[in-house]
């Protein structure tokens, strides 16, 4: 067989191979939710006579990028392999193109005249005997998101005949800003290294950047900025700038502006000056020149996102100015070229007398800008957290959404999940994210609704700039966020900033289909595990809008209930011997309520009124408080911990329910993630019952709390080298103690089971620090039946609520009377810490 037939033999084989093992295929989550995987026979069999041309009227880059998305994702999905034109021809076509240019191009087309910035419209038309499919955008941009979804449409399987569809944006601004910083690290980031930054360099390559690019456009994302709001001044500097255009490159063919996050007092750490007072004229021209270098390279850069006067960074207040002066002063340069600054209302004082029942961190943002509306300059945006402490699991919407009627302002929303499990639990955030953009703050005469969502659009008050910023922090890793199932946060933060008035359901529905298919067993599964699991996740870390009670001095992690209190940040839950509860009332604590318009006051004010969820934020009040349910606020506490433990293990068995219908890689890792989180509820659960429970004095009237069946101390386990320890904070460690090895040849604990003969699950509860991988192996009457290195990586290294982790042995066969041994091998500086074990 001569050399070509061999190779056209490999070549055929290797076809069928892979045409046969193609829905089996690994897949590393990479493209996220644009797999344009190839559609079942029945949802293709629609698509039939669809076009093989695609005719691009006009050039540009990002229509070359819609072109080019077309054709891949018809490929994908269709297996048409589709012809590029420039003009409209003989036969079946779709055209893309602004919408002049359509018009001009297809007589009697029925694209509107007068779509708005980024809109588009896509549907059919019939042109003597030939059919087609029109994407028209009021600009490039839009031509992009017009491309994007007509793919979508055809992923999710809707029928294209009639197709008639309008869109626009809500919202100019749906940004995402990014926490990197130039040495490759990521503030709250959860999924590896930054994928712009590192070694104080821009990356060389940027093959990640427009793959992202190129997801956030899918979701009619606009902008990103990609540099720490605790910003470094180094990258506005002018040997930096060639570094951003490369940047700006990567992103510009998907219409995604750049944009940076800048330090106030650059003019004196950079620009050689003795002040950055921003009313000194020297200062004004330091930002003039700063900026006009940053456009003379990147003429569509989008702008600066500012924080001052916050968590350290030097601002206004170093010369008695307004936080409009700070603003002003850097807009005024960004303004002659189309830039904005998003001014951060994030500014508080961490520093707080906590022995001051009147200090309330939640009044900082009103109180800071109130008396401002008005005073900033037109291209100017205030960039406001959903809620007026910071990302806790439940808050209300922040009252300065309402109180700013004269002044631009964005909502910004977090989709890296900092205090709601880092992305090693799931909380799918758009039913949080709802919440807020549905809440109405009745700031308009009576009648008439303002909702939070027609506030930060602009919509309310007929503000020409407002819309969404989403801190997404994306890592290096092939999936992005760490998680499989988190990109559903950055789907969903997009379609929201898109049109807010699409239900969580509906985006939690697209997701799945174009991230696993359509098969119904998928959709019910995944669907069930992404709706319930923001109330799991409250229900296990702090109900009754207590707030996550997460260690919120340090990493943000893991429960750590003390933490928040007797210091300066604010974040007080104010629980003592006798109650629960920040009083924020206006008749007897904080005055906080008093910031919402009289309406939503009152509500908040009467204890019979405030809604329950948000009872312990609005009010301080004794344990036995009776709710509507007529439960104890304690007995609630408690067994709301438990009913969230128990949804986070559902979701082991619904996830396991999939496996064979989701490729084995995403299958095994999404299961992985899954066990890991429904362990950690376990520890997050008797951290706060536990705690409450010695704090308050009162039992568990189920008396569940504390008395774990099955479990056995690691401290009262016959041990060999392993010494007790300690554990800080105390509600971290069954019992407040561990056992930890100094042995480097390891140590054992050893007990006998006593309980009927059968199969048992044997959980170990340990705690993986992230400066060592120790080595454990679970022994049952000499036998092995498990191993594993702890080597999650979790974020602390010491044994706290951090890095407490379950292991659980599943189905083992158990005889009264059998030995069970529990081996450890420390490893670098973790000492193999073990807490308890439980046979179930
Ligand atoms: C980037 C919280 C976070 C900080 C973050 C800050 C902010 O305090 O813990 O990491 O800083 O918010 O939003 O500025």
């Given at each position: ?178 926490w ?7 503030e709250r ?39 720490n709001v605790n910003a ?31 330090d106030f ?41 500012l924080k001052a006067d916050s968590e350290g960074r030097l601002g206004p207040s170093a010369?008695?100015?307004?936080h ?20 951060r209302g994030f500014v508080y004082d961490n520093r707080m007398d906590w022995r001051n029942l009147k200090n309330d961190r939640a009044r900082a943002a009103v109180d800071n800008f ?14 406001i957290k959903?809620g007026p402490i910071d990302f806790q699991?439940?808050e209300?919407?922040s ?13 910004e ?5 900092e205090y ?127 707030g996550t009670?997460t260690d919120i001095i340090g990493v943000h992690?893991?429960?750590g209930?003390e933490s928040s209190e007797r210091n300066g940040w604010g974040q007080w839950h104010r ?7 920040m ?7 904080t005055?906080f ?248």
């Amino acid at each position: 067989m001569g050399r070509h037939r061999i190779g056209v033999v490999i070549a055929v084989v290797f076809a069928v191979l892979s045409c046969v093992s193609r829905p089996a295929a690994a897949e590393t989550g990479a493209d996220g939710w644009l797999r344009y995987a190839p559609l079942s026979s029945t949802a293709r069999a629609q698509y039939a006579s669809f076009p093989a041309t695609v005719v691009m009227l006009g050039d540009s880059p990002v229509l070359r990028t819609s072109r080019d998305e077309l054709v891949r994702g018809i490929a994908g999905m269709l297996g048409v392999r589709l012809a590029s034109t420039a003009a409209v021809g003989a036969g079946d076509a779709i055209v893309i193109g602004r919408a002049d240019q359509v018009r001009r191009a297809v007589a009697g087309a029925a694209v509107p005249a007068d779509l708005r910035a980024d809109g588009f419209w896509v549907g059919t038309t019939s042109v003597s005997g030939r059919r087609l499919i029109l994407v028209a955008g009021q600009a490039d941009r839009g031509v992009l998101y017009g491309t994007f979804t007509l793919l979508r449409r055809i992923a999710l399987g809707d029928p294209l005949a009639s197709l008639d569809e309008r869109q626009e944006p809500a919202a100019p601004i749906r940004w995402v800003n990014e926490w990197n910083n130039l040495d490759g690290t990521i503030e709250r980031g959860y999924a590896g290294p930054s994928i712009f930054f590192e070694n104080n360099n821009v990356r060389a390559d940027l093959t990640r950047v427009s793959e992202y690019g190129r997801l956030l456009a899918s979701i009619g994302i606009n902008g990103c900025d990609v540099s720490n709001v605790n910003a470094n001044t180094r990258v506005i500097m002018p040997e930096f700038v060639p570094q951003l255009v490369r940047l700006a490159a990567a992103f510009r063919p998907w219409g995604v502006r750049l944009s940076v996050s800048i330090d106030f007092s650059s003019p004196q750490k950079i620009g050689g000056l003795d002040t950055f007072d921003p009313l000194d004229p020297r200062v004004a021209a330091f930002w003039k020149t700063t900026v006009d270098r940053i456009y003379a390279q990147i003429p569509d850069f989008g702008g600066f996102v500012l924080k001052a006067d916050s968590e350290g960074r030097l601002g206004p207040s170093a010369y008695k100015r307004t936080h409009a002066d700070a603003a002003n002063v850097i807009a005024r340069a960004l303004a002659p070229h189309g830039g904005v600054l998003f001014y951060r209302g994030f500014v508080y004082d961490n520093r707080m007398d906590w022995r001051n029942l009147k200090n309330d961190r939640a009044r900082a943002a009103v109180d800071n800008f109130k008396t401002l509306d008005g005073s900033f300059d037109a291209n100017v945006i205030l960039q406001i957290k959903n809620g007026p402490i910071d990302f806790q699991v439940r808050e209300p919407a922040s009252p300065l959404f309402g109180t700013l009627q004269k002044t631009n302002q964005v909502i910004e929303l977090q989709i890296t999940q900092e205090y709601l499990g880092q992305q090693r639990h799931i909380v799918y955030l758009p039913p949080m994210w709802k919440e807020v953009l549905d809440f109405d703050m009745q700031v308009q005469p009576k009648g008439m609704q303002t909702l939070v969502r027609d506030l930060v659009t602009g919509k309310a008050f007929s503000r020409p700039l407002g819309g969404f910023v989403g801190v997404s922090n994306v890592g290096l890793d092939r999936n992005w966020l760490g998680h499989h199932l988190a990109m559903s946060n950055l789907y969903g933060f997009g379609r929201l900033a898109w049109n807010p008035g699409l239900s969580s359901e509906r985006i939690a529905d697209e997701w799945t289909r174009m991230t696993f298919g359509d098969d119904p067993r998928v959709l019910k599964a995944v669907a069930g595990i992404l709706l319930e699991s923001w109330p799991a996740y409250e229900n296990y870390s702090g109900s009754l809008g207590i707030g996550t009670l997460t260690d919120i001095i340090g990493v943000h992690f893991g429960p750590g209930v003390e933490s928040s209190e007797r210091n300066g940040w604010g974040q007080w839950h104010r629980s003592d011997g006798m109650g629960v509860g920040m009083d924020r009332t206006v008749a007897t604590g904080t005055g906080f309520i008093g910031q919402y318009s009289p309406d939503v006051a009152r509500v908040f004010e009467s204890l019979a009124t405030c809604p329950e969820e948000l009872l312990l934020f609005m009010h301080h009040v004794p344990y036995t408080h009776r709710l509507r349910s007529g439960k104890t606020v304690i007995q609630h506490i408690y067994d709301q911990h438990y009913l969230g433990a128990e949804q986070a293990a559902g979701f082991v068995s619904r996830w396991k329910t999939l496996e064979g219908l989701v490729d084995r890689e995403r299958y095994l890792e999404v299961l992985d993630r899954l066990e890991f989180q429904a362990g950690h509820a376990v520890v997050w659960r008797d951290a706060v019952n536990t705690w409450f429970q010695r704090t308050s004095g009162i039992q568990d009237e189920k008396g569940l709390v504390g008395r774990e069946a099955g479990r056995v101390e690691a401290e009262s386990l016959s041990l060999t080298g392993f010494t007790i320890v300690d554990v800080t904070p105390w509600e971290t460690a069954s019992g407040g103690k561990a056992v930890v090895c100094d042995s480097t040849s390891g140590c054992a604990a050893t007990f006998e089971y006593r309980d009927s003969p059968g199969a048992r699950d044997i959980v170990v509860q340990y705690y993986d620090q992230s400066d060592g991988a120790s080595r454990y192996r679970l022994l049952v009457a000499g036998r092995e039946v498990d191993r594993w290195r702890a080597d999650r990586n979790l974020p602390h290294v010491e044994s706290n609520g951090h890095t407490a982790t379950r292991r659980t042995a599943h189905g083992v066969s158990l005889k009264t009377g059998n030995l069970i041994r529990l081996e450890a091998t420390p490893d670098g500086r973790e000492p193999a810490p073990v807490d308890y074990v439980e046979v179930k």
